[in-house]
Every structure is written in C-alpha cells, then in structure tokens.
C-alpha cells in the first residue's frame, strides 16, 4: 500500500504499553477511564465506541472519497507518490532540510518568535490571497498556487457534507498557515507532513530512513527512544509537533478566539500529521480524545488529498459564499 493510501488499522486488543492510565492506576494524576467491558483501556473497547461515535457524527459513507479527475490519477496510489515523478528532487530536498533542523530546540524557538502575533494585521480572505503566492515545495501532486487548493478542498467538503458549513470553512482555512513562506521563512519550516520532535521518528516519516542522518536530537539519549520525552499516552496537545503551518494556523485560530467546534481546531492543527491518521504511528502518544477526534482529520484528509487536480475554481464566483462563513466564524482583521 503507498503512503498515500488510508488504511484501516486494527483498533482492538488489550493496552501494548499496559499504561497506568489505561490500567486505572495513576495514582491520582489522571482520573482513569471507566469500564467499557470489563476493561479500561483506552486501546480496547472504550477507543472502539468512541472512533464508532465519531464516525456515526460524521455519517461517513463507507471507503467513499471526493471525485477524482482521472487526469490526475486514475488509481489513488497517483497521489503523495515520493518514489517517483518529475517533482521529486525539489520534494526529497525540502524534507531533507526538514528533517536535519526541526529539532526540539529549532521549534521552542519559533513558538517563541511567532506566539506574539505581530507578523500582520489581515482578513482571512487576504490570508487567502497572499496564497496565490505560493506553491508548496513539499507536494508532489501539484505545482500551482496553494489558495486554488484551499477553494478546492473547501468545496469538495461542501459537496460532501452540505450541512455543515463549519467544515466547509475548515477547508478553506486549513493551509493558510503557510503564509509564512511569504514572511520570509524557509520551506522546510513551514510546509510539508509534520511529526513529533523529541522522540525518534516512526516508521511511516517520508523519507525517514534517508534524511534524519544529521537532525543532533537523534543523537541525544532524551530524544532519541520511541518515546523520548513525552509519557504513553500523554495526548498530542501536550506532544511538540514539528514547527509548520499546521501548528501555527491552531495557534492563529485559537489566539483571535475563532468560533468554530473544537474538531475544527483539531483538524487544522493535525492534518498534516500522516503519520499518524495515515500511518498508524504514534498511537503509544495518543489518549482517548486523540482517537475520538481521528475519524474527523481522516475524513478531511480525503477533501484535502483527493481534490487536487489541475481543473482550477472559480475563485470569484465561490468567494461570496466563503465571506459569509468568515463572517460567522472569524470576522474582521486578525493578528497573524
């Protein structure tokens, strides 16, 4: 199976790391989940009823997934292909510069510099726009400007759950964070599949096996076990995720108090975690919310994969409908 490929993965069994959470024991530090058929592992039955529910929510139809040009691909094993094609050299260099300088220290630092919010003063729509600007180094699949891809995943999320004008925005907002390219930061800081700094890569990291050589971490005993220096279980809120346009887009949204439900924040700030919601890695960082909130990020993650294709929107036509939910959500000029 490619890397671009969804997977289902097995969601059952006794707690592999047998955590003290899981078990009920603690001691005081997190109250431990109930009993979900005799057992209270957040890996069993508990995880089980909460991925069902999540899925029941979403009324997801099955294996279905946006239209797909077959100009673009005519199998799904077209998309995130880092075997081949005629962008591989530029996508191999930005994760090779990635994975050698996101370190714990590298993303403590840009937390640091960009937290304040004083880049600029915009709309989310002129967020939007400063995207025409862009086109992501770290994709394969296309090679036009990021803000086409932006109106394409809003509206095969529009298509798909007309009901919920929320996700719709989601769409739209999910790779704005890149607008920090445009302030001058480099690619590989910026763009790209994220995943946690301060322990060692997981098997399904692209490129993991050709492009961590130098990254100093790997070479610090605190950083450089499977679990480094997080705990099982502790939650990806408290993980740090390596520094990009996910990470600070959750921090824009919530930092100007956007009223959108809490599985839009999630999904922003995760997406490009594959990973995780693809790969089926890091599951020994994940608690019960985590796994609750995984079948919402893979139902985005078909709009936000599957919809590039080369037939570009309509931009003026859709941005009227798209204002309305600015509006709604995130009105007026935002601190970046």
């Not at 300088?101 to 989310?124: C, E, I, L, P």
């Not at 036009?144 to 719709?168: C, L, M, V, Y």
């Amino acid at each position: 199976m490619g890397p671009g490929l969804r997977m289902t993965l097995p969601l059952t069994g006794p707690c592999p790391a047998q955590d003290p959470r899981c078990l009920g024991t603690d001691e005081g530090e997190v109250e431990p989940a109930p009993p979900v058929g005799g057992s209270r592992c957040t890996h069993g039955g508990l995880r089980d009823r909460q991925m069902g529910e999540a899925k029941k929510a979403l009324d997801i139809p099955g294996q279905g997934r946006p239209d797909v040009d077959p100009q673009t691909a005519t199998e799904e094993g077209g998309f995130r292909n880092y075997t081949s094609g005629p962008l591989l050299d530029r996508v191999f260099a930005t994760y090779k510069l990635m994975h050698t300088h996101q370190t714990v220290d590298f993303v403590r630092r840009k937390h640091a510099q960009f937290g304040g919010f004083s880049y600029k003063k915009m709309t989310v729509l002129e967020a939007v726009d400063l995207l025409d600007e862009l086109v992501d180094e770290s994709d394969p699949d296309v090679d036009f400007p990021n803000s086409f891809h932006a109106f394409q995943t809003a509206e095969g999320i529009r298509k798909a759950h007309p009901d919920k004008d929320w996700f719709h925005l989601v769409g739209l907002l999910h790779d704005l964070g890149k607008i920090l390219v445009l302030s001058g930061e480099p690619q590989w800081a910026v763009v790209g599949d994220t995943f946690p700094v301060g322990c060692r890569p997981q098997p399904s990291v692209v490129f993991r096996d050709s492009t961590f050589q130098a990254n100093p971490d790997l070479q610090d005993p605190r950083y450089s076990t499977e679990l480094g220096m997080y705990r099982p279980h502790c939650g990806l809120e408290n993980v740090l995720m390596s520094w990009g346009h996910d990470e600070y887009m959750y921090q824009v949204m919530k930092f100007n108090k956007f009223s959108l439900p809490p599985e839009a924040f999630f999904m922003v700030r995760f997406h490009s975690f594959y990973p995780w919601h693809t790969g089926g890695d890091y599951r020994q960082l994940c608690d019960q919310r985590d796994l609750a909130m995984l079948p919402w990020v893979q139902e985005f993650n078909k709009f936000d994969l599957y919809t590039k294709c080369p037939n570009l929107p309509d931009v003026e036509k859709l941005r009227p409908y798209y204002q309305g939910l600015v509006d709604k959500y995130c009105p007026g000029i935002l601190s970046w």
